[in-house]
């Protein structure tokens, strides 16, 4: 059948008024009753769930009794936790019900109480949204290059994608960028340099399987509780598992490692050259591997440092990401200076201990698993670390097979599912998809049935996190909108923007925040737009695995007047549009009528039908079969669209979850686990590369199909320092990061009393020979001062982690401490991700 895209979209939309008219579609936003797939037992109903914090991404069964949640479990039938939780994921019910949750829009009249606590008053949805809309219209009509949207990688998939949608189509603007910015930039940049496709190749399994594990820089313990204690049960149950904990400083996680290496901030790229110098002087490389599979490259080098924004445009900065193919004779003599004495001069680490954990790798009896998190991707060389953990493996052979693999560990819920996969960056479109390339927005303009070209107007990437920030303290910002995140407590160097001692912040801005609690964020709010929380509503979310999982909408209803964020992006967006046409039809109706009613002022169907209405489309990117035109472009620029195939959406509810690409086999929906590797896919292996595109003459082997020319890259990336190296006047690296029981910024987890009570406030972590020499004991304050900002904190010998001397360590879950007014915003050349890890400071009693 000859159907034009025009009338694809069309039939989809009558499909769905079709549903409605046959009355399976009944409640509007916020109704009250069931989730869909909520069974009901004496008064309580059951609904399918998924954590709201950790991208360990762990299932959970809800629990829901006179309209309020009473329990919340671990799902055995998620395959990611099989019914384990953290202590977080215990608490889940608590974190809907703090005493201030926000339940009315508020307007902030008078812009001199921005900061405080004062100076918000209630108002109607109408006036609010009105004045959020006007403002963004006028911003938008007089400047595009002067309003952004920051989200987040804690925004459900559905509601991620229409944000994208609106902004990147609608508004035809690319100052949209998420929090994961903060977190998986550099893993992200590390994937598509290397592999030409954003994702991990392993799974959870691989932790049951393999027989060393290393951590580069991950506090699992603290950071992935749930697949910490998988690690504990493998290296408890299985023969001989060893664990190395590569880290800066010693943590929970390196209290039961067989081996802590515990080395000189940054240095850690001295470390993996040295063993990959190893590997290939000695000739202990997997030679049939290397040969059939890989190529090998080189890149720009003494990148210098990204503190001030005109490194990106500067004559190194424009040159960081360009790469030149070398022979695998010249690699090795790239790399011949980093032996194992220089690596140790360098980190600290005795020769003979990295050596020990290089000849892991060479022992070709065992399987290797690297793990890392953001001690690498917060690096001021965070993506050269990435290359640098792959090319271990990769030289090795050691990739996309079960138990040997690299794993780069993603930090939040959807950090996956929405801000990478949807594309909610300021580079990206949906599916890996950039804005840059031309078949890329051709194909995604036959998917939002836009006319051929309306996307040409975002051909440049807009500003990434760290720019939208810094224009914001400059005054270059007149519209920003924030939610699912809390910029004010986590964002780096916030001396820049909130200002502190004799330094003025300036955020002249017109500030939109959504929440669900009052934050900082909202103290510099000109409206806060109050959200429906977790399984308030139905949302989605996709895990660290590449497993997709929906959160069903439990039978409670959000406090007062909280909305659903999806609605609030809708109302926003038809206020904006309200008049403009693309391709001479409403434009508003072009982008979301099939979802929406603007004139209703509300959806088309209850919660599941949208959300699966929305996922439908967003699924064809992934399945260009369900779309002839999109069909023909991926054919035509060879774009590989198929291969991440998405399942339709009901089937994630029966399934608990399932993980990309899920492919359709005489008609049944089948997961992969292991991506890129041969074997059947009925037990989890990625068949359909490996029928489609062969194994590349390796029996048994694995095929990178969506590599360039088939072939990953080995890149030698040469140890460059961090971008500040302690000296007389700031002689301490300070390290930030996160601890069990607070999520991030502590707006959700210290309103749970159990939580709060555990873990009160933050400390600094200091090394007691440092104290000593300072005159300073636990529990006293200090001011710790940088280049960028001070805070006052008080000191621990007794804390979570063990700092060498000469490091710090703090975490950034209390406003009240602010750290982030210390750290720097200094951030990787390549991916724009700031290093949280290492800024100097200097320490003085107070
Ligand atoms: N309890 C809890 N869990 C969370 C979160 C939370 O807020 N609370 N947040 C989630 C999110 S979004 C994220 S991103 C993850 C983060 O998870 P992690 O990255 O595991 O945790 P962090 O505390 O940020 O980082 C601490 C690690 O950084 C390493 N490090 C410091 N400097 C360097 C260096 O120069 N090189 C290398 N290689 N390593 C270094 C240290 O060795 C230490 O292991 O946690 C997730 N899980
Ligand atoms: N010093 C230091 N700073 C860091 C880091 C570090 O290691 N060190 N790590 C960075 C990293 S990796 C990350 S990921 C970021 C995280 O930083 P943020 O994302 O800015 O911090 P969160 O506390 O997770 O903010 C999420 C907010 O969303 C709100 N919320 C919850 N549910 C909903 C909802 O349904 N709708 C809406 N609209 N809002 C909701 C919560 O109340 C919460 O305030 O922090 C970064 N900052
Ligand atoms: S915080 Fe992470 S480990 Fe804990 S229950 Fe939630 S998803 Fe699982
Ligand atoms: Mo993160």
Known sequence: MDITRRAFVKATAVMLASAAAAGTMSGMVGCSGAGSGGAASGGTTKTVGVCRFCGCGCGVIVEAKNGKVVSVTGDPDNQSNKGLNCVKGYYLASVLYGDDRLTTPLIRDDKSTKGTDSGLRKATWDEALDLVAGKLRETWKADKSRLAFWGSGQQPIVEGYCTAKFWKAGLLSNNIDPNARLCMASAVVG????????????????????????????????????????????????????????????????????????????????????????????????????????????????????????????????????????????????????TFEYAEELSGVPAADIKELADEFADKGRKMLSLWTMGV???????????????????????????????????????????????????????????????????????????????????????????????LSKGNIDFLWTAHNNWAV?????????????????????????????????????????????????????????????????????????????????EVAHRVLDGEQIGGEDAFDVLFGQWYDKRAHDFKGDQREVSRSVWEEYRTFSNPSLNPSAEAINK???????????????????NHGLTWPVREVDGQWLPTKWRFCDGKQEDGFDEYGVKMYGTHGLAGGVSFYKSANARPSVVFRPWE?????????????????????????????????????????ALLDMNPDDCAALGVSDGDMVRLTSRFGACDIKVSTAGRTRPPAGSVFAPFFAEETLINLVVQDTYCPLSKEPDYKKTCVRIEKI
């Open 377 to 471: 991707n917060q690096h001021n060389r965070g993506t050269w670390m990435n290359h640098c953990i792959y090319n271990i493996h990769l030289l090795t052979g050691r990739y996309a097979r079960p138990g040997d693999g690299a794993f780069s560990l993603t930090g939040q819920p959807s950090a996956c599912g929405t801000a990478r996969e949807v594309g909610t960056f300021s580079h990206r479109l949906p599916a890996d998809l950039v804005v840059a390339q031309e078949a890329h927005r051709r194909y995604t303009e036959a998917i939002w049935n836009l006319p051929n070209g309306h996307l040409d107007a975002i051909k440049k990437p807009g500003f990434h996190t760290v720019k939208i920030f810094r224009e």
């Open 191 to 338: 994937f598509m340099n290397i592999f030409q496709t954003d994702e991990p190749a392993g799974c959870y399994a691989d932790i049951d399987e393999t027989d060393t594990f290393v951590t580069w820089g991950a506090n699992m313990a603290e950071a992935h509780p749930m697949l910490y204690s998988r690690v504990m049960a493998r290296m408890t149950n299985g023969k001989g598992v060893k664990h190395y904990d590569l880290t800066t400083l010693r943590t929970r996680t390196s209290a039961n490692a067989t081996k802590v290496l515990v080395f000189k901030p940054g240095s850690d790229l001295a470390i993996a050259n040295a063993i990959a110098n190893y590997l290939v002087q000695n000739e202990l490389y997997d030679h049939a591997f290397v040969a059939e599979h890989l190529q090998f490259k080189q890149g720009t080098e003494n990148i210098g440092n990204a503190t001030e924004d005109s490194y990106d445009g500067s004559e190194v900065g424009s040159k960081v990401g360009a790469v030149t193919g070398i022979t695998l004779e010249e690699y090795a003599a790239r790399l011949a200076p980093y």
């Open 636 to 654: 035509e620029a060879k774009l590989k669209m198929e291969n991440k195939q998405l399942a339709p959406y009901d089937l994630y509810i029966e």
């Open 721 to 761: 320092p961090p971008a500040e190296l302690p000296d007389a006047e700031y002689p301490f690296v300070f390290c930030t990061g996160r601890l069990l029981e607070h999520w991030h910024t502590g707006s959700m987890s210290r309103r749970v009393a159990e939580l709060d009570r555990a873990l009160p406030e």
């Open 490 to 570: 986590s964002l780096p160097n916030l001396t820049r923007f909130l200002g502190r001692g004799d330094k003025k912040g300036v955020i002249d801005a017109f500030v939109c925040v959504s929440e669900v609690y009052p934050t900082l964020s909202t103290q510099y709010a000109d409206v806060v737009l109050p959200a429906a929380m977790w399984v308030e509503r139905e949302g989605q979310f996709g895990n660290a695995e590449r497993r997709t999982a929906v959160f069903e909408k439990a039978a409670i209803d959000p406090p007062g007047e909280a909305k659903w964020d999806l609605w609030m992006l809708m």
